[in-house]
């Protein structure tokens, strides 16, 4: 591996984002939109001051020129989403540069004096590049530029396991069935559909866990296939098929975190989907006046009794 740096300005990272040189699909990255909408009005105020550098932009070049971005997805498409007008600026919007005073209160890009739109994309940043940079290696990288910030278990685990076994977890998060249903927006954000899709796949394989704690679920991804994984995605397309419109409408707030490994794995390995589907929609309607299943699910939801306890209900009252 080996790097080198140079300093772009912000016209040359949009332009290679929009002729899709620039990616911000590597496996070690978070999701996108992890930003509040402060932290990006933050982030704009301080390309038009120009009064400190922004934070380098770290990418690995492949063979065929394409550059992948390590660290640095928040701040570019945060840039990329208000120079295509995607937000405004908030009211009393008020910014001195160079003695002159400009009200930017509720201005998107297009709007700007032509001044202060130069002055967002003449912005110098630093980009590093990484060459002959395995996934290892980035992972390493992302990991290190990170310490500082802190990351959810979830994003901790993603950078430490095998690419191939990434690839099948991505798969299952593409499903319609997770743009539909079962996750929070605050979830997705902290990269929660990784772990609950895990320890589905634990459940499905039957694998011999101590705990669905962190530690164990990481130790299971680093050693298992990505066959294993394909059946939970084999599983959220089925749930797909079965979920009306009307479904979606109702439950925009998303299942309770704790019954997903359940639904997923349930759903990999019953016989009788649509009869599973139905006893879980009405296992989940009533599942507040659930006594006996809700024993599993309050102190200590991840000691390796609990999780049984909770996966033998499902197993013999609606596993179909």
Request: hydrophobic letters at 30%; charged letters at 30%.
């Amino acid at each position: 591996m080996d790097y080198s740096n140079r300093t772009r300005t912000v016209t040359a990272y949009l332009t290679d984002i929009k002729k899709e040189k620039l990616s911000f699909d590597h496996k070690v990255q978070r999701r996108g939109n992890q930003w509040s909408r402060a932290q990006k009005i933050e982030l704009i105020k301080t390309l038009i001051q120009g009064h400190m550098p922004i934070p380098p932009i770290h990418v690995s070049k492949d063979k065929d020129g394409k550059m992948w971005v390590i660290d640095g997805k928040q701040r570019l498409t945060t840039i990329n989403d208000y120079v295509n007008g995607k937000f405004s600026l908030p009211v009393d919007t008020e910014i001195t540069v160079e003695g002159k005073k400009y009200d930017l209160s509720r201005k998107r890009f297009p709007k700007l004096e032509e001044e202060i739109k130069s002055r967002i994309t003449e912005t110098e940043i630093l980009q590093v590049t990484y060459t002959d940079c395995d996934y290892d290696e980035c992972a390493k990288i992302y990991t290190v530029l990170n310490n500082g910030t802190p990351l959810s278990n979830a994003q901790k685990i993603r950078a430490q396991i095998p690419a191939n076994i990434l690839d099948a977890v991505d798969e299952v998060s593409s499903s319609e069935f997770f743009d539909s249903v079962p996750f929070t927006r605050a979830q997705l954000k902290k990269g929660e559909d990784l772990i609950l899709i895990l320890q589905a796949a634990i459940l499905a394989n039957e694998y011999d866990f101590k705990s669905f704690g962190g530690r164990d679920i990481l130790s299971y991804a680093q050693s298992c296939k990505p066959a294993d994984i394909n059946k939970i995605k084999k599983a959220c397309d089925d749930l797909s098929k079965f979920t009306k419109d009307s479904d979606k409408k109702d439950r925009q707030g998303g299942y309770k975190k704790i019954n997903i490994p359940m639904l997923f794995a349930g759903m990999a390995v019953s016989k009788d989907k649509k009869k599973f589907f139905e006893n879980f929609t009405k296992f989940d309607k009533g599942y507040e006046k659930n006594t006996k299943y809700r024993e599993f699910c309050a102190v200590g939801t991840s000691k390796k009794e609990n999780v049984l306890g909770r996966w033998e209900y499902f197993k013999k009252n609606i596993n179909a």
